[in-house]
């Protein structure tokens, strides 16, 4: 599973938790929402939609700001064909997982012309962990808070995992918070505070040993594609802007085979923002 797929699955898991968390209201009645809302641009594999009684909830979680076509007008797009269809307030919520200082994490709004359309954005890193400690849904997010000393924060979220009684529970949400937890912490200290045996039972840490291999592949390839480009960026113009770089990382396979093409053409750092500009356009 990917980083917004664990998120993904918390959501539909615990649909009440999320929505009393994000709309800080008693929610009883709530239901994950299927749509057709498959077609391009909407990712099926990012979307979730809780509908209550009288409106809907829209979470996107993203790992990194960057998005084909841009994130905020993918947000008006995922209003206009909601409300299409529901004619009933929208509630839309993006939650960025992983800290950055790129613009687009603090962008909450779509412009252009005669049209403007706002939506909600958290950066997990400056949230309190407080409320995401006390609710077991929230402790995968928990451990992506902001803090001051994260390694305690780490301690803190295994401690309360280790209180859970319900085992399938248990392992499903350790698992949860080992694959968020490496957005931020290394591997070795993670693994001393979550037990294997205590996710072995999970379904969630078997779907992650079931697509680990596909997953390894294809993120290998793409590793290895932003590697080499990075290399080539950086014999050619120097050390290449941070910003930028992330930009290339965030890069699908595809976009990336016809950037190691066309960079053999630039003739400056500014031919591949404009590139990027044209490929990936930043709000």
Not at 26 to 47: C, M
Not at 123 to 146: F, G, I, K
Not at 173 to 192: K, S, T
Request: a negative charge.
């Amino acid at each position: 599973m990917a980083y917004d797929n664990i998120c993904k699955y918390l959501a539909e898991e615990y649909p009440t938790e999320f929505a009393r968390w994000l709309l800080a209201e008693e929610i009883t009645d709530i239901q994950v929402l299927k749509t057709e809302l498959s077609v391009e641009p909407i990712r099926a594999d990012s979307l979730t939609l809780l509908q209550t009684a009288n409106q809907i909830l829209h979470l996107e979680f993203q790992t990194l700001p960057a998005s084909t076509p841009p994130l905020p007008f993918r947000m008006l797009d995922y209003w206009v064909r909601l409300k299409r269809q529901y004619w009933c307030p929208i509630e839309q919520v993006v939650i960025f997982l992983k800290s950055t200082t790129v613009d687009a994490v603090f962008t909450e709004q779509f412009a252009d012309t005669n049209t403007s359309h706002r939506y909600r954005v958290i950066r997990l890193w400056e949230q309190d962990p407080t409320p995401l400690l006390a609710n077991h849904a929230l402790l995968p997010l928990a451990a992506l808070a902001r803090s001051d000393s994260p390694n305690r924060l780490l301690e803190q979220v295994a401690a309360q995992i280790d209180r859970i009684e319900e085992p399938r529970q248990r392992g499903n949400l350790a698992a949860c918070v080992e694959v968020l937890a490496g957005l931020r912490f290394d591997i070795d200290l993670i693994r001393q505070l979550f037990r294997e045996e205590v996710m072995r039972e999970s379904v969630v840490y078997q779907d992650i040993l079931q697509k680990g291999l596909q997953q390894g592949l294809q993120q290998g390839r793409q590793q290895g594609e932003v590697t080499l480009i990075l290399r080539l960026l950086n014999r050619r113009f120097g050390e290449v802007d941070p910003q930028l770089q992330e930009r290339v990382q965030g890069l699908f396979i595809p976009l990336l085979e016809e950037l190691s093409l066309a960079l053999l053409d630039f003739e400056a750092v500014t031919d591949l923002v404009t590139w990027l500009d044209e490929h990936q356009p930043q709000e």
